[in-house]
């Protein structure tokens, strides 16, 4: 049974983020291992067949050569910065209308919770789809009135009053945009108000209590933002700064979320899932 979202219509794109050194954890902390296999090994599994493009980019030899045999494509550098990593990631996503970044240090992260990111962007393609049929036949609607009333002498005065209207719509639409919390994004679409509506071009991401964590799904307007972060900065840096257009995800539990940072972190993993046994897994 597949895992993405029914009748799908968008082309969804996977960065798995694998270049981190590791400082704090003493060494490459990707190909440590959690319940025999490497950490960065699950979070692949977990993205299976999930996306119609999906990438690992990394600066480690080890992990290039694991994600490969699990059917990943891989991008092996010697960059040294995130940003680096973010924008070799996205030269691999052409043709995506969404990326979503995992990171490869949550091995615990679900594939039911990647796949509920997928269904938001989707219902916001629906949503985009509704309003741009609606507003074909607003302007077919108009366009007849237009030649009706031509007819009859008074297109002159029809045009002024559309003009009046046109002016009441702008107006509620900066209104809509403002009350919905969502002005930001009004930049992204025609009409401020039809961002509340329908949900347009939201970035989605995961959280847990409140918080928000990755994976992070970005829409494709932000993908030239991604293309060109300030040195040392990750998608984190373009949510952050369209925080109008955020909406977050509740996961199941806080371990999905949970990143290896440290050698300790590894081992509270490690107890956690000993205590819990295969339902301590992702699946």
Not at 11 to 28: D, L, P, Q, T, W
Not at 41 to 64: E, I, N, P, Q, Y
Not at 99 to 119: E, M
Request: aromatic share 4%; with cysteine; net charge negative.
């Amino acid at each position: 049974m597949p895992h993405a979202a029914d009748n799908r219509t968008l082309k969804h794109g996977c960065i798995v983020m694998a270049s981190g050194v590791g400082a704090r954890f003493g060494g490459n902390k990707l190909m440590a291992e959690l319940c025999g296999a490497p950490l960065v090994g699950h979070v692949v599994r977990a993205t299976d067949d999930l996306f119609s493009r999906r990438v690992v980019v990394t600066r480690h030899a080890d992990v290039a050569a694991l994600c490969e045999t699990l059917g990943a494509q891989v991008i092996l550098h010697d960059e040294p910065c995130r940003n680096d990593t973010v924008r070799l990631g996205m030269e691999a996503m052409d043709g995506c209308d969404t990326v979503t970044f995992v990171q490869g240090d949550q091995p615990l992260i679900r594939p039911a919770s990647i796949v509920a990111l997928l269904r938001a962007a989707e219902r916001d393609a629906a949503g985009a789809a509704r309003r741009d049929a609606a507003d074909v036949v607003g302007c077919d609607a108009v366009g007849a009135a237009l030649a009706d009333t031509a007819e009859g002498g008074v297109a002159e005065d029809y045009a002024m009053e559309l003009d009046a209207v046109e002016c009441d719509v702008d107006a509620a639409a900066g209104c809509d945009a403002a009350e919905s919390d969502v002005a930001g994004a009004a930049k992204h679409d025609a009409v401020g108000c039809n961002v509340a509506e329908s949900d347009v071009a939201r970035i989605w991401r995961t959280s847990f209590g409140g918080v928000p964590g990755a994976p992070v799904l970005f829409p494709s307007w932000a993908f030239d933002e991604l293309r060109s972060l300030p040195r040392g900065k990750g998608g984190g840096f373009v949510a952050k700064a369209h925080a109008e257009c955020v909406r977050t995800i509740e996961v199941s539990s806080e371990w999905e979320l949970f990143d290896v940072d440290t050698r300790d972190d590894l081992e509270q993993l490690q107890t956690h899932v000993a205590r819990c046994g295969s339902a301590g897994l992702p699946r």
